[in-house]
């Protein structure tokens, strides 16, 4: 089955990893997130820096939402870096408290919102200029919903910037066909690099950056294009709830 291919009728599955996911990121496990074996062993920074490489100084003037943002780690670490317009949404209410509380002790305007975003994020069409999201693409079902509304809410030539684990290629394969049968903490599907482009080409992004950064982590940032924003909020199916964000 290909991850990019699923769909609503195979209810029963897309609950399974559902469940695993908030079973993972909510509750107390979420509180021992970044203390886990598996974050301390892979230096998440390395997507951090990515994030922040590719951004540069425009991370200052940009509207920035981080989707599935988790503890609020790569939030903090833009604020630090000067980024001021910065939004967060993730699967679990737990997680959004976290970064709440991690994102208070910064002068920024920050907005968190819980949400699942292969269901619909809730602001209006071409409210952001970048989109970041690390160690989040392998949790999607449906990948191309959620890139779908990813790419609603970014303005024309806004930027997604994507971060994730790949692994080496005998690691990320058996990953991935472990995970077939037996969802863990809502993980779906690992890509290797090939496959993340193939997946944005495919879907109308411009790949600028596609990169391998280290043996466990890719790389990717592409632009959205200039498909104007009134178009594309025809195309998709309205969100559950729409906010128009302040100017
Ligand atoms: C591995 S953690 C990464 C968190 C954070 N981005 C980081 O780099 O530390 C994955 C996060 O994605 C969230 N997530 C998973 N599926 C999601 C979805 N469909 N919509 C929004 N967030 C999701 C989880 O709740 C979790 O907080």
Redesign the pocket.
Known sequence: MSPADADGGRCSQVDRY?TS??A???GPR?DR??ESLI?RLLD?AV??EFVLAVLGESLCTSAIL?????????LERLAEAGARDLTG????SR?VELSRTRLSPFEVDVELYQ?????GLPWSAGSFDVVV????L????NVKA?LAEVKRVLRENGRLVV?DPCFLTPLRETFNALLRVHPR??DFHFYSLREVRHLLCTDGWEVERCERLNWWAYGVSANRGSLGVARLNERMRPPSRSVTRPA
Request: aromatic share 10%; net charge negative; with cysteine.
């Open positions: 559902k996911s908030i993972a990121y909510d979420a997130y970044d974050v998440l997507m951090d981080d989707v599935g943002c988790g503890t609020g780690r790569l949404s993730d699967l679990t997680m949400g699942d975003a292969e269901t999201a690390t160690g989040v392998h949790h999607f079902y959620a971060a903490e809502g």
